[in-house]
């Protein structure tokens, strides 16, 4: 089979160092099939994920090369580590994406490099990978390409022309922790692109109001990633790093990768210390709550609560320091009160405000709607005199949430527990 006796060797290296890259969402993109071309990027995804509507489906995920002029102490593709390098020519990862799509293995491309040479030199390879795919093969399967930091504001327009989703990694969430694990490299070189992108994605938006065949600019948008554990940083100033770039960028994305120690640097955290995949989980809760339910990033954390609580949820934390907010009256109380309590999604927000016209709502109510009561129960009163009367210190209402409730980290989460004590 052309695909795997080609170039074997290249795609086992240059796609088992990809998958440290997490940042590879494909929502919000709309490049329809035209002309009888290949693929279709509306409702992607990427390698092993899931669209709106529930398909599973994959991206061709590798890097260009992991050849690298730097040395980050914590990359496993630093020039310094002593591992098989490899590198694709740019019709090489054409061929494959082609061939993979045309077998049904893949429904587009996620594409990044190591750095060589330049940063100019390895973007222009990256974008003539897209650039041959949309032209020459007529592909329009979906399609996102690393940014590398430093390059021009050239390339990366070019770049916003072919692929339908860009980001630049910013790695470590500080600035002095990058100078730390990085020296080499400098905060406003993945600032750059990041920029450019921004402005670009904003003034399409702006011409597409006046001429609607304005070509399409990252139809997908942004996103970024960053390490977490590998340079000190607590959970406030990861989430302050995150709101920032959220406000400033306009990002889609914001990715959380916890460090998997790979060497004996000093600097770094000991081989064996990987960061608890839990500790992930809570930073997405974190940043979904951001993004979608209405709280600021200093409500959840501040210079009094630095890191997220591992035994319970962000919401559910907030919501047992803040108890003189409750018990919120779900026939009266606005969306944003609503969103605030444990155990309500918004799906369930939007269900209860459109119920709540037609009559008060009870316990009953609640339940067929979908309300986790277990735990909302303590948060919220209805049309009824249960629970009501309840006088429980946040400690007692911690207790009776855990003692009923299930986790998928149950397993792991009292030995987590116990490398925070």
Not at 92 to 105: A, G, K, P
Not at 334 to 357: E, W
């Amino acid at each position: 089979m052309f695909v795997f006796s080609t170039y074997p060797r290249k795609l086992k290296i240059l796609a088992d160092a990809a998958k440290y890259d997490v940042s590879c969402s494909s929502s919000g993109s709309k490049r329809a099939n035209t002309n009888k071309g290949l693929g279709d990027a509306t409702g992607m995804g990427i390698c092993h994920s899931y669209t709106e509507d529930g398909r599973c489906v994959s991206l061709l995920k590798i890097l260009l090369t992991n050849h690298c002029i730097f040395d980050c102490a914590y990359c496993v593709t630093r020039k310094s580590n002593d591992v098989k390098r490899a590198a694709f020519k740019v019709q090489e990862v054409v061929d494959l994406t082609i061939n993979f799509y045309r077998r049904n293995y893949i429904e587009g491309l996620f594409l990044s490099s190591g750095i060589f040479k330049s940063a100019d030199y390895t973007m222009e390879r990256l974008v003539a990978v897209a650039k041959k795919l949309r032209l020459e093969e007529n592909f329009n399967g979906y399609i996102h390409l690393k940014s590398i930091p430093g390059a021009s504001d050239e390339l990366m327009r070019e770049a916003g022309l072919y692929a339908d989703r860009l980001s630049v990694n910013i790695e470590i969430p500080t600035e002095a922790g990058l100078k730390k694990l990085a020296p080499d490299k400098k905060r406003k070189d993945f600032i750059k692109p990041m920029l450019k992108v921004k402005n670009e994605i904003i003034q399409y938006n702006a011409e597409k109001k006046i001429i609607k065949s304005t070509p399409k600019f990252a139809p997908a948008g942004q996103s970024t990633q960053m390490i977490i554990g590998a340079s000190g940083e607590n959970d406030f100033q990861i989430m302050q790093t995150s709101n920032h770039f959220y406000k400033s960028y306009n990002l889609k994305r914001v990715y959380y990768s916890g460090y998997v120690p790979i060497s004996y640097d000093n600097r770094l955290p000991q081989i064996g210390s990987a960061v608890p995949m839990l500790r992930e989980n809570r930073l997405y809760q974190t940043d979904w709550l951001m993004r979608f339910y209405g709280f600021d990033v200093s409500e959840i954390l501040n210079e009094q609560h630095q890191n997220l609580d591992l035994d319970v949820d962000p919401k559910l934390s907030w919501a047992l320091r803040n108890l003189h907010e409750f018990p919120v009256d779900v026939n009266t109380a606005d969306q944003r009160m609503l969103a605030r309590i444990p155990g309500l999604g918004m799906k369930s927000v939007f269900k209860i405000i459109n119920a709540r016209r037609f009559r008060k709502l009870n316990w009953e109510h609640l339940k067929k709607i979908g309300v986790a009561l277990n735990r909302a129960q303590y948060f919220m009163v209805c049309e009824s005199n249960q629970f009501e009367k309840r006088d429980l210190t946040p400690e007692k209402i911690k207790g009776f949430i855990l003692q009923n409730s299930t986790s998928k980290y149950q397993k792991t989460l009292s030995n987590q527990l116990n490398l925070f004590g």
